[in-house]
Nanobody, 124 residues
Framework: QVQLVESGGGLVQAGGSLRLSCAVSGRTFSAYTMGWFRQAPGKEREFVVAVSRSGANTIYADFVKGRFTISRDNAKNTVSLQMNSLKPEDTAVYYC?????????????????WGQGTQVTVSS
């Protein structure tokens, strides 16, 4: 059974930075494409970024390009999301997700494994 545990959320002022981490246990971490999603109150869960199994390829949602950076460490079974220049509209619960899909998946339905989420709040 794959388990994902996010950490690093919190409260930050607009323009600030946070780094989220996701620790993955269970089967071989390098076999998973990893993604980050977020869900704000009253809104649907939306795609933020995904990284390929090797870490060589990534895909970002337009609204985070140039501000967020995903990275993974296959030796430590972790994936991280560095978030810079945060905006109040980035406020949401952020979820880490894993899938065996080979390509860079952006649909939540493509990810069978999810963490519990970590709250990110950006004040204006």
């Amino acid at each position: 059974q794959v388990q994902l545990v996010e950490s690093g959320g919190g409260l930050v002022q607009a323009g600030g930075s946070l780094r989220l981490s996701c620790a993955v246990s269970g089967r071989t971490f390098s076999a998973y494409t990893m993604g980050w999603f977020r869900q704000a109150p009253g809104k649907e869960r939306e795609f933020v970024v995904a990284v390929s199994r090797s870490g060589a390829n990534t895909i970002y949602a337009d609204f985070v390009k140039g501000r967020f950076t995903i990275s993974r460490d296959n030796a430590k079974n972790t994936v991280s999301l560095q978030m810079n220049s945060l905006k109040p509209e980035d406020t949401a619960v952020y979820y880490c997700a894993a899938t065996h899909i080979l390509g860079l998946e952006s649909q939540p339905s493509g990810y069978p494994y999810w963490g519990q989420g970590t709250q990110v709040t950006v004040s204006s």
